[in-house]
């Protein structure tokens, strides 16, 4: 009975061991309804970062399926630190998958105010439109909000936290990203930070009882450094 189990699950087993791999850079040439990537990468003192190489993969999920990764469009950035990338959303890849943006730096990564470099077809990526992608190739830390997944919700009605700062110091914006309690519930929230480079941290929380208070940190990270920061204080 259970060799005929095991057998019975060996052709799915290897179906989704399997892993496709092709390319459709030939979609640069769309007519008239490319989407754009584009954007400049610099160091931390925002001096271009000439020769890095960036390339746009879509991949699918691979459940009960084989795993499909198709390359869509590859680049180096210019003597100014500009890069585009240019493709063809297909058909196929509005169905399921996701877009990932891949660089080639291993020792310092690559830091954007868009950290994750994932985009969904018909959620935030549509044909004939254009994404602008800054990076910063700089040292990075982890920044980790906690908070008491058991006590929180007895105690808080709401968090609310805002995570601001500048990917250099010579950088004109700064990037934020926002930790609701109500979207990602109270398991916390990480996100990637330059160190050295001031972060601040503004949380607003609302009591069960309605009352409300505020508070503001400015954190400085080192490199390679995982910081927990608990919003229960």
Same mark, same amino acid.
């Given at each position: 009975?259970?060799?005929?189990?095991?057998?019975?699950?060996?052709?799915?087993?290897?179906?989704?061991?399997?892993?496709?791999?092709?390319?459709?850079?030939?979609?640069?040439?769309?007519?008239?309804?490319?989407?754009?990537?584009?954007?400049?990468?610099?160091?931390? #003192?925002?001096?271009?970062?000439?020769? *890095? %190489? &960036? /390339?746009?993969?879509?991949?699918?999920?691979?459940?009960? !399926?084989?795993?499909?990764?198709?390359?869509?469009?590859?680049?180096?950035?210019?003597?100014?630190?500009?890069?585009?990338?240019?493709?063809?959303?297909?058909?196929?890849?509005?169905?399921?998958?996701?877009?990932?943006?891949?660089?080639?730096?291993?020792?310092?990564?690559?830091?954007?105010?868009?950290?994750?470099?994932?985009?969904?077809?018909?959620?935030?990526?549509?044909?004939?439109?254009?994404?602008?992608? #800054?990076?910063?190739?700089?040292?990075? *830390? %982890? &920044? /980790?909000?906690?908070?008491?997944?058991?006590?929180?919700? !007895?105690?808080?009605?709401?968090?609310?936290?805002?995570?601001?700062?500048?990917?250099?110091?010579?950088?004109?914006?700064?990037?934020?990203?926002?930790?609701?309690?109500?979207?990602?519930?109270?398991?916390?929230?990480?996100?990637?930070?330059?160190?050295?480079?001031?972060?601040?941290?503004?949380?607003?929380?609302?009591?069960?009882?309605?009352?409300?208070?505020?508070?503001?940190?400015?954190?400085?990270?080192?490199?390679?450094?995982?910081?927990?920061?608990?919003?229960?204080?």
């Amino acid at each position: 009975m259970k060799l005929t189990r095991w057998l019975l699950m060996l052709p799915l087993a290897l179906l989704a061991a399997c892993d496709t791999h092709d390319n459709d850079y030939i979609s640069k040439y769309c007519p008239g309804s490319c989407t754009v990537i584009k954007g400049r990468v610099s160091d931390a #003192n925002g001096a271009p970062v000439a020769g *890095a %190489a &960036l /390339r746009i993969k879509w991949r699918d999920s691979g459940y009960l !399926q084989p795993k499909y990764t198709r390359d869509k469009a590859m680049t180096r950035t210019d003597a100014n630190g500009n890069y585009e990338l240019r493709f063809l959303l297909r058909d196929d890849e509005f169905a399921e998958g996701y877009f990932e943006l891949i660089t080639d730096f291993k020792d310092e990564g690559y830091l954007s105010c868009n950290e994750d470099n994932i985009w969904s077809a018909g959620y935030n990526l549509a044909r004939d439109s254009t994404i602008l992608q #800054n990076f910063t190739v700089a040292p990075a *830390a %982890a &920044l /980790r909000l906690t908070v008491d997944a058991e006590e929180a919700p !007895q105690r808080y009605a709401r968090l609310i936290s805002t995570i601001t700062y500048k990917l250099a110091a010579s950088d004109p914006d700064s990037c934020m990203h926002l930790y609701d309690s109500q979207h990602w519930g109270f398991y916390g929230y990480s996100v990637a930070v330059p160190a050295g480079q001031p972060v601040i941290v503004r949380t607003e929380k609302t009591l069960a009882d309605g009352s409300r208070s505020s508070q503001k940190d400015t954190l400085v990270l080192q490199p390679g450094e995982q910081l927990e920061y608990s919003l229960d204080l």
